[in-house]
């Protein structure tokens, strides 16, 4: 935070116990509340520890962050993943995939979707998703030949290729039936990480009424753009770019940046600037985000994280560039282990919607950066 107060304008405010540092940027504010609680451990020592609590400069979500929590985890919870147990998943879940076979056993939409009833791009296939959550709902499945269950042994390219092909969906949909504008894409891995199959693959769903995550954001940054007259992830990348502490690197067009008040733990943000929805994403585009992705969850494996979960943020209306940027956001889920706990889960982040977390963003920033 050093940097940060060097390169910004510090002001302080005092609120009973706590000191409030708001980082004044031009159009956006990066405020954290810093608190200090003591405690009489077990040995008859008296423990104080921080804690930092940050704001989202959009859409004030706030995220705690306490450095002590790391030893409850290491003690109680996290772990790293349980190698032999996934080598065991990986070579018997291996014979049953309906996802190797998907050629012969699976699904087809109908023929005024996709006439050759399974959509194909490169590597990637889409099917219709057995048991549907919305009115065309999709397995993008990332490489039917690879069953693999290790972060760093899926490619780029397919990931770029599921992208693509979840897009192709899109526009395909859209061109059947006008109202299908809204859509989610995104990927679970591995339990921990929310997947009921462990194959490799994406989600697409597309349906008439809105998400309302994405909307939150999109109407927030229109309502930025409003009172600014620009682009608040314009802005934010030019901040974070400048504090250079959250900004990782760029993958093509693609920009990279830990969240100031990540949502999730190890949240990563893939920006695409000029761009502002699935249905417009080129292909040079869709390889920026496959390369950024395959770096971001092939660090999250090194830690010994091998789940995750990522999402598109997309706009339901190209052309909307002015207002809002497409991105993926990416975090990391417990270990895989024999039994793991869904510490991501607990009632506050489930609920109340702020979590809490062992690292700074700037921490693990700048280890994904020097792998970067």
Not at 25 to 41: N, W
Not at 278 to 301: H, N, R
Not at 315 to 326: C, N, V, W
């Amino acid at each position: 935070m050093q940097q940060l107060a060097l390169q910004c304008r510090p002001r302080a405010l005092r609120v009973d116990a706590f000191r409030v540092a708001l980082y004044s940027f031009p159009m956006i504010e990066f405020a954290s509340v810093v608190e200090k609680a003591q405690l009489v451990d077990p040995s008859g020592s008296t423990v104080e520890q921080r804690i930092e609590h940050r704001t989202d400069p959009l859409t004030s979500g706030v995220a705690s962050i306490n450095a002590a929590l790391s030893e409850k985890a290491k003690a109680f919870f996290l772990g790293a993943t349980d190698a032999d147990l996934l080598r065991d998943l990986e070579e018997k879940s291996k014979g049953t995939c309906p996802f190797c076979a998907v050629a012969e056993k699976g699904t087809r939409f109908l023929p005024q979707l996709a006439p050759e009833g399974q959509l194909r791009v490169g590597r990637a296939v889409a099917v219709p998703n057995l048991f549907s959550k919305c009115g065309v709902d999709a397995v993008a499945i990332v490489d039917p030949a690879r069953h693999v269950l290790s972060p760093s042994a899926i490619s780029p390219a397919a990931l770029a290729d599921a992208t693509r092909v979840c897009c192709e969906l899109l526009r395909r949909a859209r061109a059947r039936d006008a109202t299908l504008v809204h859509h989610a894409v995104g990927m679970n891995f591995l339990p921990p990480g929310g997947s009921s199959i462990p194959h490799p693959h994406f989600q697409a769903q597309i349906r008439g009424v809105p998400y309302s995550g994405i909307t939150r954001v999109l109407e927030l940054s229109a309502a930025f753009r409003e009172r600014t007259g620009r682009s608040y992830w314009d802005a934010l990348l030019e901040r974070e770019r400048k504090v250079g502490e959250r900004f990782i690197g760029e993958t093509g067009r693609v920009q990279w940046i830990a969240a100031y008040a990540p949502l999730h733990q190890r949240e990563i943000w893939g920006v695409l600037p000029g761009v502002s929805s699935l249905a417009g994403l080129s292909d040079e585009d869709a390889s920026g985000f496959g390369e950024g992705i395959a770096k971001v969850i092939s660090y999250y494996e090194s830690l010994g994280n091998h789940p995750f979960t990522l999402a598109y943020f997309s706009s339901p209306q190209p052309g909307s560039e002015a207002d809002f940027s497409l991105q993926v956001r990416i975090c990391s889920r417990p270990a895989f282990r024999p039994l793991y706990s869904n510490y991501d889960t607990w009632f506050t982040p489930k609920f109340l919607g702020d979590d809490v977390h062992t690292q700074a963003p700037e921490q693990y920033a700048g280890a994904l950066r020097q792998r970067w």
